[in-house]
Every structure is written in structure tokens, then in C-alpha cells.
């Protein structure tokens, strides 16, 4: 009888370039997405930018986050067709920003979300997580909101789906790169649980927005509280150097995301207004970019295989965060819009200190270790050649 073996998957690299090139497009979503946060604050309203004002939602969450997620997950899988996200992704940021009419950008970024769905597929079928199945549940509200989008809603309807994708990606992560868990699986059912529920909210919503609302923002507390009781971060804040600066941003970002559920519950479902601003930026800016400030020496060098080495310069962007945040729900609060446009600006600075800081320290990095390996090279040729 003959005997059947399994082959296991072809893997690929890309090259460099390719993931560079790739990694490019969420850069510029970034930068266009904070342009256009500028504009939205009251600047540049003269400027040849100013329709990009509109997209900022768009450029944010599916041009930078997505697309760096998506891009960290296709070098990770190592097969061909988990590129088909990454390319999505790039049509999706170019037409955004030539203008195309809504639905062709909403079609690629939705396509890019279920290639991310295929990938975590993928994944689950060579080792079933926890982590996984949470990542996942994020990609439902990703196509979603790509979708609500692209037939031109306002972004405040596909708000809540885009932070199922956000929350579910984080805590994920969360579960598999860092090792969140101090008591294993038994420890992460329940947090993958209260994802499920908060996806569940998001569809609720789409059925009865204040209803479905005012629960994922009690989900949202609790992903947060339960999370944060397991993770190790809360030991790893009274070590030194990069542990330690990953941890404080984690603990900051859970901070953030209670604050948004509260708000959320507080003030219910709004299209516009200071109640909408405060929340959405207590998610987005203080739990989603302060977990992406704390996992980007990670993930970038997994991405560019390139090291973006821990500096404690890196504190100066997340206090500019963490400060203008806190300054604009003050300004939120009282209605008062200079001074929330002044906590915006702070805001937007901060991002740009980060993206700024972390290319200098890449390429300082890079350099060094270009220079060590010539030194290295050099001391092995004399030897070479006095050998017999």
C-alpha cells in the first residue's frame, strides 16, 4: 500500500523592495489622513488639500491602519496570494486619493479586509489560537465599514464597525505577539468572548444605532478591564528600556479605550459634534495609535526586517499624545473650540514626532549595523590572506 505524505504550503519572501513599496502606501495614507485631521480642526482651509478633509476617517483607519496590519500579516504568512491584500490596499489608498467616486475606494479596501480574512484562515488552519479567532472577528467589521463608506454613508456610520476591526486587531496582537496571558487559554476564551459580543454589538447597530451603540460601549469597558487584568504589561511597566515603554503605552491605551466606552454610553449615538469627537479619538488616537506606538519596533522590524531600536526620545511623542488627548475631551467637554483645536493640533504633531523619530532611529540603526558588518569583513581579510 503506498503511503501519502502531506506537502506543506509554499512559502515566499518578497523582496525588500516590494514590502518597502507596500509599507509606502500606509505611510502616505498617514500623512494624508493627518493633513486632512488638520483641516478638519479649522487649519489650512485654504489649502489645494482641503477635499482631502473629507476622507480623514477613511485615510486613517483603512489607509494606515488596515494597510499596515494587512502588510504585517502577508510577510508573516509567507504565501503568494496574502498579497492580494497589501495590492487592495494600494488601490484603495491611490484611488481615495485621486478622487474616484466613493465606491471604487470602498471596494478595494473591502477586498483588502477579506484577504486579511482569508489569511488569518490561513493561519488558523496550520495552528488554531484564541488570537486568531479575536483578529478574525475584526475582519467582519473592516468589510463593513469599507463597505458603508463605499456607498457613501457618513463615516459615523461605519464608525463602530471600523472599531470592531481596530479593538479585535489590538487585543489579537495582543494575545499572540506579546503573550498577554499569564493563565493561557483559559485566560484568553474570555477576551475572545467579549470581542465576539462587541462584533455582535456592531451588527446590532446597524439594526438599532442607539441601542447597538450604548452596548458596544459596555463591551468596550469590559474588553478593556479584562484584558488588562491579564496582560503582562502590567509587570513589564516596572522593567527598563523598551519593556518598559511598550507597557506604559499598552496601559494608557486600556485607559483610553474605558474612557471611550463611557463616553459612548454617556452621550449615545451622534453623526457630528463634541460628543462624537470625544469619543471616537479616545479609541482611535488614545487606545489604537498608543498600541500601535507600543508595538511598532515589532512590527516594522518584521515588516522591513530592519530594527527601530527603543530611544527614550520616543516618550516625547507619546506625552504630545497622551497630552493634546486629554486637552481636546477637556475642550470637548466645555464646548470650547479653540482650545480643541489646539488639543487636535498637539495631536497631530505627536503622530508626526512618532513617524519622524522612528525612520531616524531605523536608519541610525541600519547604518551602525552596515558599519559593524564592513569592520567585520575587513578584519577577516588580513587573516585570510596570511593563511597558508
Not at 485631521?37 to 494606515?64: C, E, N, Q, W
Not at 496582537?173 to 498577554?180: D, F, I, Y
Amino acid at each position: 500500500m503506498k503511503m501519502e505524505h502531506s506537502r506543506p504550503s509554499p512559502t515566499w519572501s518578497p523582496p525588500l523592495s516590494l514590502r518597502l513599496g507596500f509599507l509606502a502606501f500606509a505611510g502616505v495614507s498617514v500623512v494624508a489622513g493627518l493633513l486632512a485631521g488638520t483641516i478638519r480642526l479649522g487649519y489650512l482651509l485654504d489649502s489645494p488639500a482641503a477635499s482631502l478633509a473629507k476622507d480623514h476617517g477613511a485615510l486613517m483607519v483603512f489607509g494606515f491602519v488596515g494597510g499596515a496590519i494587512g502588510l504585517e500579516r502577508a510577510v508573516a504568512v509567507r504565501t503568494r496570494w496574502a498579497w492580494l491584500g497589501p495590492l487592495s490596499h494600494a488601490l484603495g489608498v491611490l484611488t481615495t486619493l485621486a478622487g474616484l467616486p466613493r465606491p471604487v475606494p470602498g471596494l478595494f479596501f473591502a477586498l483588502s479586509f477579506l484577504a486579511l480574512g482569508a489569511v488569518y484562515g490561513e493561519v488558523h488552519r496550520r495552528q488554531a489560537t484564541f488570537a486568531v479567532l479575536t483578529q478574525a472577528a475584526g475582519v467582519i467589521g473592516g468589510v463593513a465599514a469599507a463597505v458603508l463608506w463605499g456607498f457613501g454613508l457618513p463615516f459615523a456610520y461605519a464608525l463602530p464597525f471600523a472599531v470592531v476591526f481596530a479593538v479585535a486587531t489590538v487585543i489579537g496582537e495582543r494575545l499572540e505577539l506579546a503573550r498577554v496571558s499569564l493563565g493561557g487559554a483559559a485566560a484568553d476564551a474570555p477576551v475572545t468572548g467579549l470581542v465576539l459580543a462587541l462584533t455582535a454589538s456592531a451588527l446590532l447597530f446597524g439594526f438599532s444605532p442607539q441601542l447597538g451603540f450604548a452596548l458596544m460601549g459596555v463591551v468596550l469597558v469590559f474588553v478593556a478591564l479584562a484584558t488588562v487584568r491579564v496582560d503582562v504589561a502590567r509587570h513589564l511597566v516596572k522593567s527598563r528600556g523598551l519593556p518598559r515603554y511598550s507597557a506604559v503605552c499598552m496601559l494608557l491605551g486600556y485607559v483610553w479605550l474605558v474612557v471611550g466606552g463611557v463616553i459612548w454610553v454617556a452621550f449615545g449615538f451622534v453623526e457630528t459634534g463634541f460628543a462624537f469627537d470625544a469619543g471616537v479619538h479616545a479609541i482611535f488616537l488614545g487606545f489604537v495609535l498608543s498600541m500601535i506606538f507600543a508595538h511598532a519596533p515589532i512590527i516594522l522590524t518584521s515588516v522591513i526586517r530592519y530594527t527601530l531600536p527603543y530611544h527614550p526620545v520616543m516618550y516625547v511623542a507619546v506625552a504630545l499624545l497622551h497630552a493634546g488627548l486629554l486637552i481636546r475631551l477637556l475642550a470637548d467637554a466645555r464646548s470650547h473650540t479653540a482650545v480643541w483645536q489646539a488639543g487636535g493640533l498637539i495631536n497631530v504633531i505627536a503622530v508626526s514626532v512618532f513617524l519622524v523619530l522612528s525612520f531616524a532611529l531605523t536608519v541610525r540603526q541600519a547604518r551602525r549595523q552596515a558599519r559593524r558588518q564592513a569592520r567585520r569583513q575587513a578584519e577577516r581579510q588580513p587573516a585570510a590572506r596570511s593563511a597558508p
